[in-house]
């Protein structure tokens, strides 16, 4: 029943539908290795990836399940609150149009980011990180690359505390939807909403407290507890937050790329505490 050695869940990663470096089908067959039992593709603003997926799945003949996901940015007093939709229709109209909107709002801010990156110097610079996309899905980690190709910066963290992070000199604050709006889309397409990585959103407690009891009154049904980088402390104060508002927890990697600290499936452990995502009525695989 839990996240056992013998069926893994992983509900949390990135292909380059987002700002991934392993294609659908390279993401799959590592999963595949690495003996995950269901995975979510969980694209920030997209499912373009999915069918992508399946027919893979298909025609490699892979054990593993897929699970449908996105991951949706929302604006929420000043932060970048991530949603991720697990389960859902993936033709429902209203969250197919969420995402058409998302998407809107994802190349606008690119055009203004790349207008004040082309100001401090980087001239060229939007068309380079539209190459790194593949397409106009640009996130701010193909700028961060782009930088990081300039020699603008050595690394990954540097690019967003110098100029792609909130309030740094390239930062424009996207038109995201809100949590309402994004949980309500997910909702309709009979999908489950879990808060991701709770613990990264750089708040206080009191306002994870605040920022969980809205999520739980707009419909959400799940947080991410079971994740790569969490203190006992953070991941205990989770749980009761779980708890408090009868919520599921959710387990995810976040997986965007081969690294040593991060592997599809690891550590992802939930205690006896939690009541995983997939017991609630509305799971199913893709
Ligand atoms: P976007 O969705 O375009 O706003 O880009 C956000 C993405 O940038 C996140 O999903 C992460 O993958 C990445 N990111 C955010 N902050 C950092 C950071 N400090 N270092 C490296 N990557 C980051
Ligand atoms: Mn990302
Ligand atoms: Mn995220
Ligand atoms: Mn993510």
Redesign the pocket.
């Known amino acids: 029943m839990q996240n056992t050695p013998n069926f893994i869940y992983d509900l949390h990663s990135?292909t380059t539908h987002?700002?991934g470096s392993l294609t659908a089908e390279e993401l799959l067959t590592r999963a595949d290795i690495k003996q995950i039992g269901a995975l979510a593709i969980t694209d920030?603003?997209t499912i373009s990836g999915l069918n992508v997926a399946k027919q893979f799945i298909a025609e490699q003949q892979l054990k593993l399940k897929l699970v449908n996901g996105v991951?949706i940015?929302t604006k929420w007093h000043g932060f970048?609150i991530?949603i991720v939709g697990l389960c859902f229709d993936q033709d429902n109209t209203a969250l197919n149009e969420l995402l058409s909107r998302q998407q809107a709002a994802?190349k606008e801010?690119a055009k203004l980011m790349a207008l004040k990156l082309e100001k401090k110097g980087f001239a060229g610079i939007y068309q380079q990180a539209y190459e790194l996309a593949g397409s106009d899905h640009?996130?701010?980690?193909?700028?961060?690359k782009a930088l990081i190709a300039n020699g603008a910066v050595a690394h990954?963290?540097g690019?967003?505390?110098k100029y792609?992070?909130k309030g740094k000199s390239a930062y424009v604050a996207?038109e995201w939807v809100s949590i309402e709006d994004a949980v309500s889309a997910i909702n309709e397409a009979n999908g489950l909403a879990v808060l991701a990585h709770p613990v990264r959103y750089d708040m206080s407690n009191k306002w994870l407290a605040k920022l969980v009891a809205q999520f739980a009154d707009a419909g959400g049904a799940a947080l991410e507890v079971g994740m790569t980088q969490i203190s006992p402390n953070q991941r205990a104060h989770l749980q009761r937050l779980a708890q408090q508002h009868q919520l599921y927890s959710s387990v995810g990697s976040?997986f965007?790329a081969p690294a040593r600290w991060i592997e599809l499936g690891r550590h992802l452990k939930l205690t006896e505490q939690c009541v995983p995502i997939w017991q609630h009525p509305k799971w199913r695989f893709a």
């Open positions: 990135h987002s700002d920030h603003d991951e940015s970048e991530h994802r801010r640009i996130s701010r980690t193909h700028f961060a990954f963290n690019a967003f505390k792609l992070g996207a976040d965007h």
